[in-house]
Each structure stands twice: as C-alpha cells, then as structure tokens.
C-alpha cells in the first residue's frame, strides 16, 4: 500500500463500519458504472443492447461475488461479522428469555461474588497506601523473641536514642493513640487522637489540605496547644469551613489552636480507621525517660538509596549498642524493620486470598452451570447449526457464533454482577468488620470493574469454548431429520454434562467443608470458657483526675462509691485494662525475690501488669484460687501487696499456695516497688479467646498504685446500656467533667473478639451456599433434560407395569451416581484445599470427621431433592403419549 492511499484505505474501513449504507450505495454505483461501460464498449462493436448487457454481465463474473471481493479487500469483514454475531446473539437472548435470565442470575452472583472479594484485596493489599513514595516506608520496633514479645514497638527513652543515633533514616516519627476532649459552650465531646512527634508528615510525605504540619516549636511540652484536623472531623463538626485553621478551641481543657486540615484520603498507616486529629507527642514530658516498657510506635523513611536490608544491618548495631549500654532494660532485645504495607494489613492478607481463592470455585460453578445451560439449549438448535453448516458455515464459525452468545451472556451477567459488587461493598462499610484494615477505602475503582471485565470474559469463553465445541460436532443429515438426540454428538453431550455436573458437586464440597470447619471452629471458639462472666457488665475508659498518685486514687475511690450507690448495681470496679476490652497489655519488668525467674541476662521478666480497685474479682467473677483479692485496706501507705494470676503461681512456684508471701519487685515508670503476694486469681482470657495459655500477669492495689485511666466494670441487674447516664453523672459527681470513654456492655468486648473468626466462617457460608444452589440447580437441568429425552422410554416401561417406585428409583439413582462420584472428588479436593485454613481454625483440624461427614450428608439431601423433582415429574408421563412421541 502506498503512502498516498494510506488516508485513504483508513477512512474507507472507517465507513464499512460505521456509515455501511454509504459504502454500499458508493459500491453499487462504482459496479454500475463499469457494467454500463462494458454496455457501451459491445455495443460499439456492433452488438445488440441485449446481447451487450449479458456479455457485460458475463464479463464482470457476477455482481455479487464481485461486491464479496470489493468487501474483502476492505479487510474489515471479521469485524462486520462480528457485529453480526453480536446482533444475532441478542436476538437469540431476547428469544429465549426464561434461559437468559436464569444465566445471567447465575453468573452475576459468580462474577459478583468473586468480584466483592477482589474488591475487598484490591483495598487492602494491592492498592498503594496513600504516601508518597510508600516502598521506601516502614515500621521500626523492638521485639524479643525469646520471650515471646514480637509485637514490634519501641520504649520511649530507646527511641529518643534511636532518633539522634539512626544514618538510615530520612525522617522517622513516633505515634501513640488516645482520646482528648472537646469543650464548647458548656458540652463535652470525645475525639480520637494520634498523638505524633515532628517528623510524621515528612515521613508519611503528605502535605496539609490547608494550613501547615507541626514544626520544632510545637513539640516542646509547655508549648501553646496546636493540632491538626481530619478532613472527616473538620467536615462534620466544623462544615468544612478554611476559617477555622488559627482558631483556639478547648481541648482537654487546655486552649488548642488549629493549624491545619489533612486530606480526605490520608489515613494513618495503623491498620485501623483511627484518629479525629492529630497533636504533637513531646518527647521531654514524664515517662520519656523510661526503657522498660514498650508502647511507642515508630515509622522511618529510608533515604535515597538504602535498601531496607541495608538498614536493618544498621538496626542490628544499635540494638547491640543499646543492650550493652543498658543491660537491663535491653538485653535480648533486636530492632526489626518490617514493610509498612505488612504491617497495615498484619494476618489478613493470607484470610484474604484464601477467600479469593472461595469466590473463584464459586465462579467455576456458576461457569459450568451456565455452560450446561449451553449444552442443552445447543442441542434444541441443533436443527439450526445443521441448516447453517448446510448452508456454507465452517464449523470455527460456528464455535465463533456460540462463543460470542455466551461472551455476550457473561458481559451482561457481570454488569449485573458489578452492581451486587457495589452493594456487598456497601454492607462492608457499614459493618466495618473488626480487624479488616483500611476498609474505609474500599470502593468500585477501575481496578475492580476491570477485574470484573475480564472474569466475565473468561467465563464466556469457558462457557462457550465448552458449548460450541461440542454443539457444533453436528452431521447435518441427522440435524436436519431432527434426530440429532440419538447422534454420538448427542451422547458427547450427556457426558460433557454429567463431567460438569460431578464438577460443581465437587467445587461445592470443599466450599462447604470449609465453611463447615469454620463454623464448627467458631462454635469452639463462643464455648469457650473466658475465666470471667461478661453477661450483665457495664464498660466505659475513664482518665485519672489529678497530678499526684493519691488525687488519681481519691478520685478514683470517690467516682467507684457513687456508682455502687446507683440503683440496679450489684457491685462496681475499676482497672487498667480488663480482659478483651484492649488489643495489648501493660507490661512491665518483674524479679521474684530469693529465686530466680530462668532469664540467663538478668532475673527479670516482662509481665503484664493491672492495677484495680476491691470489688473487681466479684464483680467480673474471677475466682480467688488462694489467699485474698484486693481490699479496702490495700491503699497508700499501707504495705504493698498484689495478686497474681494461677500462671504466674504455677510457673514459678509450682502452685497457688506456694507463691503466697513471697514479694516481687516490679520496675514500674522508672522506680522499683516491692509487692507481697497476698492472693492467686484464676487465669482470664486478656487479648482474645484464641488464647491457648495464660501468660503470668499481676494485679496492683490501684488505691495503692494508682494508673492514669482505667476502665469502669459494673455488674448490672438488667439491661447494661441502660446505666450510661447514671453513670456518666456520677463521674460528674466525683468531680470531673470528662465523657465516658466507649460506653458498651462487656458481651460486645466477646463479640468483638470473635468477630474475624464470625466473618469468616459467615462469608465462606455465603459462598458455600451460592455454590450449592448453583450445582443442585445444575444437577435438577441435567435429570429434567435427560429425562425429558427418556420420555418414550418411561412410556414403554410404564406400559409394560413398571411402578411409579420403579421410576423414581431409576431416575434420582441416574443423579446420585453423579452426586456421589461428586462427593467423593470433593472429600479428597477438600483434603487438601483446606490445609490453607490451618491458621483461621481453632481447636478444630482441618480432617475433622463431623465437619466433612454433615457438609456432605446435607449436599447429598440436597441433591436428592433435585433429583427427585423430575423424577416424580416423569412417573406423570401418560405412556399412550409417551409411545407416539418422537
């Protein structure tokens, strides 16, 4: 083609497409014109109109194999045909409407399923996180493995080193969470706060909405108050007006400028959707001084150029510079480097892909299903094939015509499917399952809709690659006598729907089976028992009031007495963190005096440690294995007593009495403080009830050694929401202003616990059930089909005195073999497909007998139920009917 025509062959293969009739008109009048030539050129040689015309005529070869010649050379006929198959398959859809909804229902909860679970991995594992140049990100924090601590944070004097010490870093920054309340005109609101050092904008690489991020001169503790806004709280309290950026507000009490407001999309990296605004976390305030406890989280940007493995070997230096510096506090301990993404998203990401993995199975079912929809409807047109192989058609155009149907059906069956995606995503914004990170982001992104494109496109061809190549396998002499049922293209068929069948019973099972492993384990999980009674208890954080040790006692005993006195409480308490209200533990560095703890580098161990008031055994019914619990008399000045847990009396005493009297000293914010073990409580279950062990923990006297906050525990005699007001007033009656904290009963701190573990187990139930509906309906088609194709059979047998039984028996027993060689594929497919489930289960294995056992009785009920349906359909045939049909 030379470059002249070029322009010129594109625009005509642009009008072939798009301005046909055009082109047509423009072909048949360029034909005419050279016919009427020819005319012209016979006739001048001497011979008549008629005889000019036809030899014109015969000349040209024929008009239309002339047209078909102009039109391949256009080069866009695979295009023009395609059209055409795509006309022709709506009109077939259109002509078959009970078969076309029935396919695109099924393939929308396929593609939909699967597609709300992508969604769902796209969110919180593929997506980027919204930081600058996020790869160069990560977590910084000590861990000791050796003594089971790898939950990576730094202790606050550790990482004022670290900060001056590190080269690797560009910016590092450290956050801790909290709350803070808002006063204005008289009323009080609670607000979430991240409270971080200078450099976590710079680190994190996100600049202000409006405003500035903190500078050196906000950090200093009696520095004027500044904070910054979240776009979702300056929206919602402040109607995203700019003018509040220099505005002071009262926060905690103290007058608090706002200097800036952070973008809607900017979360911190925490995993969780957590923070109304952030304040500057000082780092020459109380506790900075402290290397035995761990609770500061740390974030660093690498510089240009330094790998993390670099860094890390960094890391290693300062760990060991650390441990000889301060043995004490140190020893044991490394610095870990971990991806921030990895950190975000924790343990979810395995859960997520094997849910993935649950909707793709659900996806293959509804993909055979339709594609045996294909199969059957295919053999109804297979008068129809036959007529159009008669008629020229190749069989690779047939395939193609049956392939773009069903690429048609699967399009329109994801469009639909792409809508119950954005409602599933909807229902999970709502919810906000616990424990699932950045489900604030979740939404239907290009990446989604693309996901759903090209699943749906994949089903097609899988649906009609099926259909078409073996639908098309048609002798045209038998098609066209209609008596292609009895062909071996018909016995191909039967087979092909028998295999997919068996298929779905089999993809169906092991989604059932591990539903049922997880329901089952989620059952384990709810009966277990916590140590304690939740039922009937009332929860809410409260802060300590005053500067000294005694004013947050006195405050504390002031606040318990006017709750004990509010009608319908049966006993009141207070303590740092009681059991399954918190993700972690308070822990400090314990030694037992006259014996040691087993720790080769220094006698002391890092053990959870609570302070609570009397009361706080009964009240959550904790038992008291030996000596006593906390008591009135257990205050300041009096001398320093504790109660340990049955793991710490065991461990280190061999039993409950035997630990009574001796004293342990506790490293506790920067001092020592001797404690006599006075009591032994039963083991509770503190972060969840996946918990296999107790580790030792101590309880403190909190009149004797009061904490900064606590949690409130009230037994209640009905209803524990009930007594939010009476109970925020009596805060107000012991002289502090301040809103309860998270007021809830403590059976929501249970559900709260098992709430992965519920969506889990619930989601694989939705998916196991979508699959079994789609394989039960798949197997009722193919008994209905073949039955329908035994009518004259059933006649003859039923002429011949053969029972209704006899028929029942003969039909359902067709479906249960394939139900059975189903079920067997699918017991030993689940065998090994749930060897992933490992790490979600809980005192369940992943061969327990009654999971598989009932999941694959109940599919067996349920296929038989579909089987029966046309079976009892077919002892209805009249056998005069049955003898004449053909």
């Known amino acids: 083609m030379g470059p002249e025509r070029w322009p010129y062959k594109m625009s005509l293969r642009f009008r072939s497409l798009f301005r046909r009739k055009n082109v047509e008109q423009e072909l048949n009048e360029e034909l005419q014109f050279h016919i009427e030539q020819q005319i012209q050129n016979y006739t001048d040689k001497g011979l008549s109109s008629k005889e000019a015309h036809y030899m014109a005529m015969r000349s040209m070869g024929g008009v239309e194999q002339q047209k078909e010649k102009c039109r391949s050379m256009r080069r866009v006929n695979h295009i023009e045909n395609l059209f055409k198959d795509i006309s022709f398959s709506f009109r077939i859809l259109r002509k078959n409407p009970g078969f076309t909804f029935v396919a695109i229902i099924t393939l929308a909860l396929g593609i939909g399923s699967n597609s709300a679970v992508f969604s ?17 990100i990560v977590n910084i924090g000590e861990i000791n493995p050796k003594a089971d601590d790898t939950y990576p944070v730094f202790a606050p004097a550790n990482y004022v080193d670290f900060e001056k010490q590190q080269n690797a870093f560009e910016s590092v920054a450290a956050i801790n969470t909290g709350g803070v309340t808002y006063t204005s005109n008289g009323e009080n609101e609670d607000w979430d706060v991240l409270r971080v050092t200078e450099g976590y904008f710079q680190t994190l690489g996100v600049p202000p909405l409006a405003g500035r991020i903190f500078a050196a001169g906000d950090m200093p503790q009696n520095a004027p108050g500044t904070a910054i806004l979240s776009y979702r709280l300056w929206q919602r309290k402040f109607g995203g007006d700019t003018g509040i950026i220099g505005k002071t507000i009262t ?3 103290r007058p608090t400028t706002i ?11 925490l995993g969780t959707d957590f923070g109304d605004l952030w304040m500057p976390l000082s780092t020459d305030g109380p506790g900075w001084d402290e290397r035995d406890a761990r609770y500061v989280r740390v974030f660093g940007r690498l510089k240009a150029g330094i790998t993390q493995a670099r860094a890390q070997s960094e890391m290693d230096i300062l760990a060991s510079h650390f441990a000889e510096l301060y043995p004490a506090s140190n020893k044991g301990w490394s610095i870990k480097l971990s991806d921030v993404m990895e950190y975000v998203t924790g343990d979810v990401r395995p859960a997520l892909l094997i849910l993935f993995a649950a909707g793709c199975c659900v996806l293959l079912v509804a993909s055979a299903n339709v594609a045996n929809l294909l199969l059957a409807r295919a053999n109804a047109r297979k008068r129809e094939l036959g007529i159009r192989a008669a008629l020229g058609a190749s069989r690779a155009r047939l395939i193609r015509q049956v392939l773009v149907e069903s690429v048609m059906l699967t399009l329109i069956g994801g469009a639909l499917g792409a809508v119950l995606t954005a409602l599933a995503i909807k229902t999970l914004q709502q919810l906000r399952p616990v424990h699932l990170p950045r489900v604030d982001e979740l939404n239907l992104d290009w990446r989604v809709l693309l996901f759903a494109l090209g699943a749906s496109i994949v089903a097609g061809c899988f649906c009609g690659a099926i259909s078409g190549w073996l639908s098309t396998r048609v002798d045209v002499g038998m098609a066209l006598n209609d008596g292609g049922s009895r062909t071996s293209g018909g016995l191909r068929q039967a087979r092909a729907r028998s295999i997919l069948i068996v298929a779905e019973i089999s993809l169906s099972l092991m989604l059932l089976v591990s539903a049922g492993l997880l329901m089952h384990s989620f059952y384990r999980l709810t009966r277990q028992d916590p140590g304690f009674d939740s039922h009937n208890v009332f929860t809410a954080g409260i802060g300590a009031v005053g500067n000294s040790a005694e004013e947050r006692g006195q405050f504390f005993q002031r606040l318990i007495e006017r709750i004990n006195t509010i009608p319908g409480i049966e006993s009141a308490s207070l303590a740092t963190r009681p059991p399954l209200l918190y993700s972690g533990t308070v822990v400090f560095p314990i030694s037992i005096k006259g014996q040691s703890t087993g720790n080769a580098a220094s006698d002391r161990i890092m053990t959870t440690v609570d ?11 904790i038992p008291i294995k030996a000596g ?17 847990n049955e793991s710490l009396a065991r461990r280190y005493f061999g039993s409950t009495e035997k630990a009574l009297g ?37 309880y403190l006297p909190e009149f004797q050694v009061p904490w900064f906050g606590g949690e409130i525990v009230a037994r209640t005699k009905t209803n524990p929401a009930e007594y939010t007001k009476a109970i925020q007033q009596a805060v107000r009656d012991a002289g502090s202003d301040q809103n309860l904290y998270l007021p809830r009963p403590m059976d929501e701190a249970i559900s709260r616990s098992v709430a992965q573990p519920r969506f889990y187990s619930e989601l694989f139930g939705v998916f196991a059930g979508i699959a079994v509906v789609l394989a039960c309906v798949g197997l009722y088609g193919v008994i209905s089909y073949a039955t329908g194709q035994r009518t004259q059979e059933i006649g ?25 060689v189903g079920v067997i594929l699918g017991i030993v497919g689940a065998l090994g497909a749930t060897k992933f489930l490992e790490t979600l289960l809980y005192g369940v294995t992943t061969t ?25 359909r077919a002892t209805k045939v009249d056998p005069i009917t049955a003898l004449r049909y053909e």
Do not use: W
């Open 120 to 136: 769902v991995l796209n969110s919180v594992v593929l997506k980027p996180l919204p930081f600058k140049d996020p790869s160069r």
């Open 251 to 253: 926060l905690g009490r």
């Open 259 to 269: 200097i800036g407001i952070m973008p809607e999309y900017f979360r911190a990296p």
């Open 611 to 621: 302070s609570a008031t009397p009361d706080y055994f009964r009240t959550l019914r």
């Open 628 to 644: 006593r619990g906390i008591t009135e008399q257990d205050r300041i000045g009096a001398r320093g007593v504790c109660v340990v």
């Open 662 to 698: 001796h004293e342990i000293d506790i490293t506790y914010l920067g001092g020592v403080i001797s404690q006599e073990i006075v009591g032994v409580a039963g083991n509770v279950k503190r972060l969840s009830l996946t918990e296999v062990t107790e580790d030792p923990a101590i």
């Open 796 to 820: 003859i047998r039923v002429a011949l005195g053969a029972k209704k039984i006899d028929i029942i028996r003969m039909i359902v027993g067709q479906g249960m073999i394939l139900v059975i």
């Open 848 to 872: 327990d007998i009654l999971s598989y056992f009932s999941v694959s009785l109940l599919l067996v009920i349920v296929a038989m139920f579909a089987c029966y349906i046309p079976a009892r």
